[in-house]
């Protein structure tokens, strides 16, 4: 099978990426129209996740080093090292969002509302390329393009259709677009795999070489940015070798010194990665449940769906519609390979992590990009291919079928976030004030303690609005400023101020509250999708906690009180709080009313 590059008609690629661009904005006009002239300027999140994202992010708008804890406020000074985070690892694509911010003299808030729409667009113009090129129909490619994004959600069996069929809520929202992570460096990933492409296939010397060094880069790039991108590369790039050393086609041998360009590149940009990973923080591999096993995993939906693309491969090349020395036809098996590699790589490195992040952030999308590769390659071999208008027709009818599925993948997955960002940004005025006191007290040279918040959503949310840090927040373990005992210790207090007590605490694990088993047991009790070795919790474990914390509470004294001292409390105007125990150890105004919040300021008593 013979296919001719043609040039690309890029307005073909622009149509999609303005169809994403319009879909990644979808949750925020929701906001927008939500809120009306009440607005006060939050950005609408898609993953409760993306808290943690905008607060590192504003930390270092405000200047503040690269590992830092917005959360605690703890940041590496000469004095006191901080250790590696997930974060600061992973800091191409927030340091590259600040030094904008910075130049335009935007805060986190505004960068993040249009920081997806931009990831959308490049990633729609970085799968027309790469498709474009690969087919040789850039009508293809933007029907592929739209395909591959729209129905990535439904090809790990997520997403909208979960709700519409009665299973359960839906979610998440696009996954690809979880900013800032996977959304910028997302697009990145086809971009390596054109390079790749251009590399293998281009018979001039210096392009040949230039291109090899690109995917080396942007490999390199990769890997300061997410994890589960640059090995999800790795794993695609090992199974396209292999096949080209399996099947010998002609040149194969001039491939394999693209491909080492390449491999060196990885590697050269892998030996501080390594680095930094031993100075990781010692939370880190329990807050990202890396598990010890050699279990394979074999029935995740884009791993059923790669297995079923690599036997139509099988067939078609055994009948004669694909040759299996034709590069293209390895390209589309590479793909369905990959989720099959990644995984079950743990049957050989003995380590598994979070494979669920595999699953939803981009191997659902390489076994998406599989089926339309695939499909293409085989469509070109009939008859009607060659009848340009009804191919035509018939690429429009998909197209609209498949932005139609996305646009009820946007509405669906955003209204379930709908009460949780109208709280986000009702919280945004009293988050301006305490900016404000903060600078004030700074400017005075007076000492600052924490905030306490009840209300989770909102106080999960206010290190990206204010500087201050927090007493506990859902997100505040996955930093490395504290310790496991210690987050375990201030959500302790978190719930001694709020003025709940063991029989309380007993209720929620065995009602299975989410929140307050993260808190105490971690990501990997609460429910068995996170990790291949998910064990619930048990009745004895649950009489334990319940018993530890009574006898917390029962020996609180004002040095616990003082181990995290505070300095305000926000919570919702019109809620009721018993603060019982915490007036016994601060002294506390008459609080100021800003919007539907109250703010106190308290100070510990002598």
Not at 337 to 354: A, E, K
Request: charged share 20%.
């Amino acid at each position: 099978m013979q296919i001719q590059e043609r040039k690309l008609r890029w307005r073909l690629g622009a149509l999609v990426g303005a169809g994403m661009l319009l879909l990644a904005l979808y949750p925020q006009i929701n906001l927008w129209v939500l809120r009306g002239r009440d607005w006060n300027g939050a950005y609408a999140y898609n993953d409760v996740d993306e808290v943690a994202y905008a607060a590192y992010l504003e930390a270092l708008i405000e200047g503040r080093p690269r590992r830092n804890d917005p959360y605690t406020r703890r940041d590496d000074t000469a004095n006191n090292q901080q250790p590696e985070s997930l974060f600061s690892i992973q800091f191409i694509p927030p340091y590259s969002v600040a030094l904008v911010a910075r130049t335009f003299g935007l805060d986190a808030s505004q960068v993040m509302m249009w920081m997806g729409a931009l990831a959308a667009l490049a990633t729609a113009l970085a799968l027309f390329w790469l498709l474009g090129m690969l087919t040789g129909d850039d009508r293809i490619a933007a029907t592929g393009a739209l395909m591959v994004l729209c129905l990535g959600t439904l090809a790990c069996a997520q997403g909208a259709i979960i709700q519409l069929l009665g299973r359960g809520w839906a979610y998440p929202y696009l996954p690809f677009l979880r900013r800032y992570l996977p959304a910028l460096p997302f697009p990145l990933f086809f971009i390596f795999c054109a390079l790749v492409w251009r590399s293998i296939s281009n018979e001039k010397r210096r392009a040949f070489y230039a291109y090899a060094v690109g995917a080396g880069v942007s490999f390199g790039v990769l890997v300061y940015s997410y994890f589960y991108l640059w090995t999800t590369a790795l794993a695609w790039l090992g199974c396209f070798a292999l096949l080209l050393l399996i099947t010998k086609p002609e040149g194969w041998r001039r491939d394999f010194k693209s491909l080492g360009v390449t491999a060196a590149l990885a590697v050269a940009a892998l030996l501080p990665y390594t680095i930094l990973l031993s100075n990781r923080a010692t939370t880190m591999d329990s807050v990202q449940l890396l598990t010890y096993t050699r279990r394979p995993d074999l029935f995740r939906p884009p791993m059923l769906i790669g297995m079923a693309v690599l036997a139509i491969l099988i067939y078609a090349v055994q009948r004669g519609r694909l040759q299996w020395r034709e590069r293209r036809t390895l390209f589309a098996a590479a793909f369905a390979c990959t989720p099959t590699v990644v995984f079950n790589q743990q049957v050989i490195t003995g380590r598994s992590l979070q494979p669920i992040h595999y699953e939803v952030f981009i191997v659902n999308y390489v076994a998406a990009f599989a089926v339309v590769l695939t499909a293409a390659l085989l469509w070109r071999t009939t008859a009607l291919a060659e009848k340009r208008k009804q191919t035509s027709r018939l690429l429009i009818f998909v197209a609209l079928i498949t932005f139609g599925w996305g646009v009820v993948e946007a509405d669906v997955t955003t209204h379930v976030v709908d009460d949780q960002n109208l709280i986000r940004d009702d919280a945004v005025p009293v988050g301006r004030l305490l900016k404000k006191l903060s600078q004030e007290r700074e400017a005075a040279g007076a000492s600052e303690g924490a905030v306490f918040a009840p209300d989770l959503i909102e106080g999960d949310d206010l290190p990206t609005l204010a500087p201050q840090g927090l007493l506990w927040a859902r997100h505040l373990h996955v930093f490395s400023g504290a310790t496991w005992e210690e987050n375990k210790e201030r959500f302790y207090q978190q719930v001694y101020y709020s003025g709940l007590d063991a029989e309380w605490l007993s209720n929620e694990l065995e009602n299975g509250n989410y929140v307050v088993i993260i808190a105490l047991f971690g990501w990997g009790r609460h429910h068995d999708r996170l990790t291949v070795n998910s064990t619930p919790l048990t009745h004895e474990e649950i009489t334990a906690e319940a018993n530890r914390y009574a006898e917390y509470i029962a020996n609180f004294n004002r040095e616990r009180a003082a181990r995290f001292p505070l300095s305000y409390i926000v919570m919702d105007a019109d809620g009721a709080l018993d603060f019982s125990n915490l007036d016994r150890w601060y002294e506390r105004d008459a609080g100021e009313r800003v919007g539907k919040f109250m703010l106190y300021r308290v100070k510990l008593k002598s």
